[in-house]
């Protein structure tokens, strides 16, 4: 049976993508407000983690496009380091296309919980540091790529967690470059996991278009917003919200 959401649900899709893109761009972990949202409105977890992903499609199309007039050209290498991480998430979404019901709650509950709780912590020095990328270095770079895509595969939440670190800390890359390199490699990570829900489960496509909307939107407008004086608040509203769904999946399972 076809899965469908009341047309009144779809502006409220497009706000949950604002406030995701936005968050995305100032703090991360956007998806901890759409995903919970998309489940919470009934839809069985393969259906929202999926249509999930046609967000995050659109999102990254856009960063690439702007990276792109600011001078960013080692797509080449972004892709190559992709590779790495699209064999994870091909394993990733073909275990998420399988988990579903109350066990799929309770384990984005505790990813949300984790992600906070790493956005909470007073954040390290992010300096760059001269690394030495020897060859195992550079495989360890590769296996820590081949993790989180078979995160982003699996649910998606968070993962700029993963590979953030994994570029800038194991690979040696810049605060800058690793911002351009994530979006190209969590790009074709997005497209095959989509590309499995489709063909294992349902994609609600309107629904994740109103998605991609506002995360285009929010993006947007964190983009050219400073709000150093209002993190603080951005941050108490952002665990307020993820709270209050992570009690109601909860409840509900």
Known sequence: MTESLPPEFLPL???????????NVMAGGGSMLSL?????????APVANGTLRVAIIVQNLVAIGTFRKH??????KALWLSLFACIGAGGGALIGVRIAGPWFDRIVVITMIAVTLAMLRRRPDMTQKEVEITPARRRLGYAALLLSGAWAGF???GVGFLFMPTL???LGMDLVRVNMYKVVIVLPCAILALAIFAWQSEILWLAGLALAVGNGAGGWLGARLTLSRGEGVIRAVF????????ASLLLRS
């Open 71 to 76: 001078g960013f050209a080692d797509l080449k």
């Open 13 to 23: 899709l497009i706000l949950a993508g604002c406030a995701s893109g936005f968050l």
């Open 239 to 246: 665990v307020a919200a993820v709270a209050a769904m992570a």
């Open 168 to 170: 800038h800390r194991i």
């Open 155 to 157: 649910i998606q939440v």
């Open 36 to 44: 919970p949202i998309l489940l919470l409105a009934g839809l069985p």
